[in-house]
């Protein structure tokens, strides 16, 4: 994450968007994407190699963080179609997704116990 953090930085503040090349924006794109896949990467193989147990509770916090992503991704569409916003940063779903995931995560743990 701290290298998402760093790219993010590096991009936005010194690259100048506005004279900067295709090229030059794809690549600032993929590399910012580069790393929150990575992040999702190691979160599948911490899935994978853990117990039933715990791989069951990772991914039902992930399915529902999904959800509830799809969903705001959803209403946020149906706000432009319908004129009530202008437009959307569409990046913003990503970081979204970990903060629901997250929070199913946690209501898990605090949920019910055995």
């Known amino acids: ?3 998402y953090v760093v790219t993010v930085v590096v ?7 506005e004279t900067a090349g295709a090229s030059v924006r794809i690549a600032s794109a993929a590399a910012t994407t580069l790393r929150l896949a990575g992040v ?3 979160m599948l193989r911490l899935i994978a190699e853990t117990d039933e147990y715990t791989r069951l509770r990772q991914l039902t916090a992930m399915a ?4 509830i992503t799809a969903a705001l991704a959803t209403f946020v569409g149906f706000l432009q179609i319908y004129g009530a916003i202008e437009g959307f940063p569409v990046f913003l779903l990503g970081p979204f997704f970990f903060l629901a995931y997250g929070f199913s995560y946690g209501a898990a743990c605090l949920g019910k116990r055995d």
């Open 1 to 3: 994450m701290s290298m």
């Open 64 to 67: 529902r963080g999904g959800a």
């Open 11 to 17: 991009t936005s503040s010194f690259i100048d968007m």
């Open 40 to 42: 999702l990467w190691v």
